[in-house]
């Protein structure tokens, strides 16, 4: 997922730029970071990365699929 795309869900889902949550989703779906990782550089509890990459990660995936022909989803 590009950094303009995670914007994107970022503006759709509601959810807060500035927030832990948010800066470890970032990590892990845009840079490449595993989770863990992004937990100890965002301060973010375990579950809360967790849950926060599944969210941002399962909404991407339903976009794609309405949007992209299967061939194009990555």
Do not use: C
Request: glycine share 8%; proline share 3%.
């Amino acid at each position: 997922m590009t950094g303009e795309q995670f914007d994107v869900l970022t503006i759709l889902l509601g959810g807060d730029r500035n927030s832990p949550a948010n800066h470890a989703a970032r990590a892990v779906l845009v840079d490449g970071m595993t989770q863990a990782d992004a937990m100890r550089f965002t301060g973010a509890t375990r579950s809360t990365v967790h849950d926060a990459v599944k969210r941002y990660g399962s909404r991407d995936e339903l976009i794609r699929r309405a949007y992209l022909p299967k061939s194009q989803r990555e």
